[in-house]
């Protein structure tokens, strides 16, 4: 099983890439878990054509250990298991509580012993990287660390402090950083800033999005990318984006029969 955090500002697009690469690595095959790491508990939906995923933190405070696990989990367009942390009411509660209890919660009721993911992507709010925020980080959830990040200033704010708590955390076993992830917005230097982002952390740039209208126009049909223009540029671009991730964190693509396999290369029976 292969693990991957995907960290940025709130507003870059993260869910959207996120979305739409759980969708790419499913078309190749794949077993996807999308776990939602953010209190506004809408990381999946658009692999639910709209429909809002309970939130882990509010099913527990309802029903405390009578909390299962088919309470928490929902299937999504090219079987996607979607789940999402949620939080607090704003202002009332630590907003990272929502996923510490719905890793906990999904651990402890063996979600990924009964679902068996080859891929579990957590798509995490990034604007803060203390408590919860950070637990995708700890050992013994994500291998591997992905930044996206645009040109824009805050967004360069943002993922050099991300950086930051990745590269304090490498002597504790937590999660090492993949690489980042450029979402154009198309501002001025914005291949050159992003680049010198990931020199500054002795990383790379493992894939450029563009600024595609047709990213919007999928949202408007509730709908991934992926799902609705299969054969377009941009989603060649997510499919690369996705099969560089899963190469990075160790999946290998066995090039004999075309197949994907969770970081082996398995025998044909």
């Given at each position: 099983m292969i693990r991957i955090a995907v960290y940025g500002k709130g507003g870059i697009g993260k869910s959207t890439t996120v979305s739409n690469v759980a969708a790419a690595l499913a078309e190749m095959g794949l077993k996807v878990m999308q776990i939602g790491c953010d209190p506004k508990a809408d990381s999946t939906i658009l692999l639910r054509h709209g429909e809002a995923v309970p939130a882990v933190l509010d099913l527990y405070n309802e029903k405390k250990q009578a909390l299962q696990l088919e309470d928490m989990i929902r299937i999504g367009y090219n079987g996607v298991i979607c789940v999402e942390a949620g939080g607090p009411t704003p202002g009332l509660g630590c907003a990272g509580r929502g996923i510490i209890t719905a890793l906990e919660k999904l651990k402890e009721l063996g979600a990924y012993?009964?679902?068996?993911?080859?891929?579990?992507?957590?798509?995490?709010?990034?604007?803060?990287?203390?408590?919860?925020?950070?637990?995708?980080?700890?050992?013994?959830?994500a291998d591997k660390i992905f930044i996206?990040?645009?040109?824009?200033?805050?967004?360069?704010?943002?993922?050099?402090?991300?950086?930051m708590a990745v590269e304090n955390f490498k002597n504790r076993g937590y999660a090492g950083?993949?690489?980042?992830?450029l979402n154009r917005?198309?501002?001025?230097?914005?291949?050159?800033?992003?680049?010198?982002?990931?020199?500054?952390?002795?990383?790379?740039?493992?894939?450029?999005?563009?600024?595609?209208?047709?990213?919007?126009?999928?949202?408007?049909?509730?709908?991934?990318?992926m799902e609705c223009y299969p054969t377009g540029e941009m989603a060649d671009e997510y499919?690369?984006?996705?099969?560089?991730?899963?190469?990075?964190?160790?999946?290998?693509?066995?090039?004999?029969?075309?197949?994907?396999?969770?970081?082996y290369i398995q025998e044909e029976a």
């Amino acid at each position: 099983m292969i693990r991957i955090a995907v960290y940025g500002k709130g507003g870059i697009g993260k869910s959207t890439t996120v979305s739409n690469v759980a969708a790419a690595l499913a078309e190749m095959g794949l077993k996807v878990m999308q776990i939602g790491c953010d209190p506004k508990a809408d990381s999946t939906i658009l692999l639910r054509h709209g429909e809002a995923v309970p939130a882990v933190l509010d099913l527990y405070n309802e029903k405390k250990q009578a909390l299962q696990l088919e309470d928490m989990i929902r299937i999504g367009y090219n079987g996607v298991i979607c789940v999402e942390a949620g939080g607090p009411t704003p202002g009332l509660g630590c907003a990272g509580r929502g996923i510490i209890t719905a890793l906990e919660k999904l651990k402890e009721l063996g979600a990924y012993d009964v679902y068996k993911p080859d891929v579990v992507l957590y798509d995490v709010l990034g604007d803060v990287v203390c408590g919860g925020f950070s637990m995708p980080m700890r050992g013994g959830y994500a291998d591997k660390i992905f930044i996206i990040t645009s040109g824009e200033n805050m967004a360069i704010h943002a993922a050099a402090n991300i950086a930051m708590a990745v590269e304090n955390f490498k002597n504790r076993g937590y999660a090492g950083l993949g690489g980042l992830i450029l979402n154009r917005r198309d501002v001025p230097r914005e291949e050159e800033k992003v680049a010198e982002l990931a020199d500054d952390f002795h990383t790379a740039v493992i894939g450029t999005l563009s600024h595609s209208g047709q990213v919007a126009l999928a949202e408007e049909q509730k709908k991934t990318l992926m799902e609705c223009y299969p054969t377009g540029e941009m989603a060649d671009e997510y499919r690369a984006l996705a099969m560089q991730m899963y190469r990075i964190c160790g999946g290998i693509l066995e090039a004999k029969s075309d197949k994907v396999r969770s970081g082996y290369i398995q025998e044909e029976a």
